[in-house]
């Protein structure tokens, strides 16, 4: 698997990892209340779990989409054939590595605004402009990747994060 396919599901994993984490934890950590280890390690962990599942239900339905399309275009009486082939095989490979890549990245995504809370209890807003700064660097990186407007990704991943912390504030999830 190349560079570029995995692009995709470490971009998805870390966006997601902390966009939920920020919807999750934002009015708790804005209002200064503790959070543990153990509960930053379990919502970075649950995060991952239900990004990652996700992930893999998208991309292996994705790709056997495809695989259906070509069938079609090929003129063959089903996908079956296809599906058990060496091309069956390499995209249930490829879906279970992006898995694995958006898991590892969501859960780390999740992790580093969390761990700063944990770490500066008092000043939970830290946290909350890390995530945030993260989500700008992360839309430079977007903007590198498909060659779009640097100040359009940066700002609207920022302004997505500040959003996500406004409305988990106002909801109050985990309190």
């Known amino acids: 698997m190349n560079k570029s396919v995995l692009t995709f599901p470490l971009t998805l994993g870390l966006s997601d990892g902390i966009i939920t984490t920020l919807m ?3 009015h708790t950590i804005l209002h200064g209340n503790l959070i543990s280890a153990g509960l930053a390690l379990r919502v970075a962990f ?3 779990f239900v990004g ?3 992930f893999f239900i998208a991309e292996y339905s ?3 989409g495809e695989i ?3 069938s079609k275009q090929l003129m063959l009486r089903s996908p079956a054939y296809l599906i058990r082939s060496r091309i069956g095989r390499d ?3 490829e879906s279970v590595t992006g898995t694995g890549a958006s898991v590892l990245s969501g859960f780390i995504g999740s992790l580093l605004p969390l761990a700063i809370a944990v770490a500066f209890p008092r000043t939970g807003a830290y946290a909350v402009y890390t995530a945030d700064g993260v989500l700008a660097f992360l839309g430079a990186g977007i903007a590198k990747s498909v060659s779009g407007n640097y100040v359009f990704w940066i700002m609207t991943m920022f302004i997505l994060g500040v959003s996500v912390s406004l409305m988990g504030d106002f909801l109050n999830l985990v309190g």
């Open 24 to 26: 999750l934890i934002s």
């Open 46 to 48: 649950g995060s991952a």
């Open 52 to 54: 990652g599942f996700s």
């Open 62 to 64: 994705r790709l056997r």
């Open 68 to 70: 259906s399309r070509t």
């Open 91 to 93: 995209i249930l490979v």
